[in-house]
């Protein structure tokens, strides 16, 4: 009797995310280092789940056969691999047409489900017990197959190594097309030097978001909860058109998260333009965000159009709205309202069409009881809030946001460091980054400067005085433990007897607020998922 193949640890998430992250980090930008370094992440992931085989087919877009076949096999030879034949390919072809993933057996009955007989018994000519097929999606349409096969029938899928595999298989795609898109922005970056090192000399490099980067997430790094929460956020109202307001320490990447809502809304194709409203004198805030005609004022000697005008069926950042003055707040407020504004120095109404997008590293609740902020322009602003998570809630993103900078960087300041100690690393984790990422660039940027060889050396020493907690911080990462602790132990469970909200003596819906505040989500799938079709579904 068969049963789920659950790795006993979780190192194997971390091995398949080491092996992503050095294959999209690989700066591989010909075909041979492209197969090479693919190779290689089929591998690593292959071992990491105890499998025999695995491959990523290529669907091409007018050709009935897969356009490239990269492929592992444990035991074969490399001109005898399981799934490299166009035989399979046509029958992968076949399956791109469903969205889900697959399980197929060798050995099972015959089924209804296209395809699927001609795969089972592919597979039982090859020597494959059980394959499980990973469709990648990327322009609303199947571009390639990530198919992982194990020798014994009596392997079983675990649901949240599915999961895991659909979401970092979304990246593999992005650094395979980034690869043969761009070689040159590679090279640029030091890529063909970072190819000829071997894997396990490089320190951890950075890896993209979870989602594609078609998708307009390309400059936000990381793969914690609590960014992986905010950008779920932003993907829930990124195709809509209403105001959204960011709200989140300096130095959290709002501007980031304001251009990503842009890049992936309905008025991308319109500009976006930027205000910073701290950055600019009362007296000329006004003329900045409205315009002024010709002689509205002392050396107004010609009209000039407002920010509101510029952004016209685009989009109109107003970063650090929260240091608005109040008068105008009210006017603001009319333009959200009525979607019209009058010039300085004019009477005549104008009609705009902008969506806004706010920005503040204030409490605007607490403002609006202080009378700092107008009440009825915080609720037109706060229709729908994404809390940006600080740099201490996310110090697990931190070794590739320290690569990605280095990348961005060390090209200007004729550097090339291929080298992070641990120790290094280490003490950049655990400071407590007041600044947040803009602190981490300048510290990075003064390690550049200070590294004439091939590894960063800090010059900013006096960084782990600052790295222990304060007394606040340590209170929320021992309830977020505590909490995570009891959800864990409840299967994730909240609502009835003896499950999660019971046990720490909180409403249910109390629970869902905290987990809510505190970033904390569910890191496995649940059982329910509809995405994912058990294998009795095709098993006959």
Avoid at 350 to 372: P, S
């Amino acid at each position: 009797m068969s049963e789920t193949m659950v790795p006993a640890s979780d190192t194997w998430r971390r091995d398949i995310n080491q092996a992503v992250r050095d294959f999209a980090s690989s700066g591989a930008n010909s075909d041979d280092t492209v197969r090479m370094f693919l190779t290689t992440m089929l591998r690593e992931v292959g071992e990491a789940l105890a499998l025999d085989c695995s491959a990523l087919i290529e669907i091409a877009d007018s050709s009935p056969i897969a356009a490239s076949v990269y492929s592992w096999c444990r035991t074969a030879s490399d001109g005898d691999r399981p799934f490299e034949s166009r035989e399979c390919a046509s029958f992968v072809r076949a399956l791109s047409l469903e969205s889900d993933a697959v399980v197929i057996r060798a050995d099972a009955e015959v089924t209804d489900e296209p395809g699927h007989a001609d795969v089972a018994a592919y597979l039982r000519e090859a020597g494959v017990g059980v394959a499980l097929f990973v469709p990648i999606v990327a322009g609303h349409r199947v571009v390639a197959v990530w198919v992982f096969g194990a020798f014994s029938g009596a392997f079983e899928w675990a649901e949240m190594v599915i999961e895991h595999l659909q979401t970092v298989g979304a990246l593999v795609w992005s650094a395979l097309v980034g690869a043969r898109r761009d070689p040159a922005a590679a090279s640029l970056d030091g890529g063909p030097k970072v190819a000829q090192m071997p894997l396990r000399g490089r320190a951890a490099p950075p890896v993209r978001s979870v989602f594609p980067t078609s998708h307009g997430f390309t400059e936000i790094v990381g793969e914690s909860a609590a960014l992986h929460m905010a950008l779920a956020a932003l993907e829930e109202v990124v195709e809509a058109d209403s105001s959204v307001l960011l709200l989140g320490e300096t130095g959290t990447g709002k501007e980031l998260f304001a251009r990503a809502l842009h890049a992936r809304g309905p008025r991308r194709a319109f500009p976006l333009v930027s205000v910073n409203c701290a950055a600019l004198p009362p007296t000329l805030i006004e003329s900045e965000l409205f315009g002024h005609q010709r002689g509205a004022f002392t050396g107004a000697i010609a009209p000039r159009q407002g920010r509101f005008e510029l952004a016209h069926r685009g989009t109109l950042f107003l970063d650090e709205i929260g240091d608005l003055p109040l008068e105008l707040q009210a006017k603001l407020l009319r333009v959200l309202q009525e979607g019209a504004f009058e010039r300085v120095g004019s009477s005549q109404p104008q009609a705009v069409d902008v969506r806004i997008i706010g920005a503040t590293h204030h409490d605007l609740a607490r403002a609006v009881t202080e009378g700092r902020f107008r009440a009825d322009l915080y609720y037109r602003l706060n229709v729908f809030p994404i809390r940006l998570p600080p740099l201490r809630e996310r110090r697990e993103d931190i070794p590739a946001l320290v690569w990605s900078i280095i990348r961005k960087r060390q090209q200007t300041l004729r550097r090339h460091i291929t080298i992070v100690t641990d120790d290094t690393m280490t003490i950049l984790q655990q400071h407590s980054w007041p600044g947040n990422v803009r602190e981490l660039e300048n510290v990075i940027e003064r390690a550049l400067i200070h590294s004439p060889g091939d590894t960063l050396m800090l010059l900013d020493h006096n960084l782990d005085t600052h790295s222990v907690e304060s007394p606040a911080d340590s209170l929320v990462s021992v309830e977020r433990a505590h909490i995570e602790g009891v959800l864990r132990e409840c299967g994730w469970r909240i609502n009835g007897f003896g499950n999660a909200a019971e046990r720490l003596g909180l409403h249910p819906n109390t629970l869902r607020f905290r987990m809510k505040k505190l970033g904390i989500v569910r890191r496995e799938p649940s059982r329910e998922s509809g995405r994912l079709r058990p294998p009795s579904a095709w098993a006959g």
